[in-house]
């Protein structure tokens, strides 16, 4: 479910899917390139998230240094994590999503390719999160967009 927009006291129908099976897309991006990086598991654990970072680590250049923005997911930040040399994780202080770039691209996933619909089943689940997924990061511009937030441009840095 999400929001959308309908006349003032209005109470607008849309589908609603009761039964439950879940898909966990892993997404990174980089804002200032619009370069994306996802992973569709079937769960979300330790295994799964060192699965993502160690592919996050591939799809850089050699001598990029990836800096992570996380939430405080247990995955996150797991004991056994196995974080590769060229990322550094940079953990954000608790309730503070509005910091993490990534948020809006899961809000962007969501309203434009995800919600209000129904799945007839798992597959059907998993191919529409690769597409929701492959849709919004075939055009970097449309991840730079999405994705931007005054604090990741570097002139703001200095």
């Known amino acids: 479910m999400t929001h959308v927009w309908d006349s003032r006291g209005s109470r607008p129908r849309r589908l609603r899917q009761t039964e439950y099976q879940w898909v966990y897309l892993f997404g990174a991006v980089c804002p200032a390139s ?17 699965l993502h970072l160690a592919e996050i680590s591939r799809s850089v250049a050699e001598d990029v240094h990836v800096a992570l923005v996380l939430d405080g997911a247990g995955w996150h ?18 309730y503070s999503p509005e910091l993490n770039v990534m948020e809006t691209g899961w809000l962007y996933l969501k309203s434009h390719y995800l919600a209000n619909r129904i799945y ?10 690769c597409n929701a ?26």
């Open 34 to 50: 619009g370069d994306a990086v996802g992973y569709l598991m079937p769960t979300v654990d330790t295994f799964c998230m060192n």
């Open 133 to 158: 997924w492959n849709r919004f990061t075939q055009d970097r511009q449309r991840v730079q967009s999405v994705c931007n937030a005054g604090w990741t441009q570097s002139e703001s840095l200095n």
């Open 77 to 94: 930040v797991s004991q056994g994590l196995k974080v590769p040399e060229n990322i550094t994780l940079v953990p954000l202080p608790p």
């Open 120 to 129: 007839a089943d798992h597959d059907a689940l998993m191919d529409a999160g």
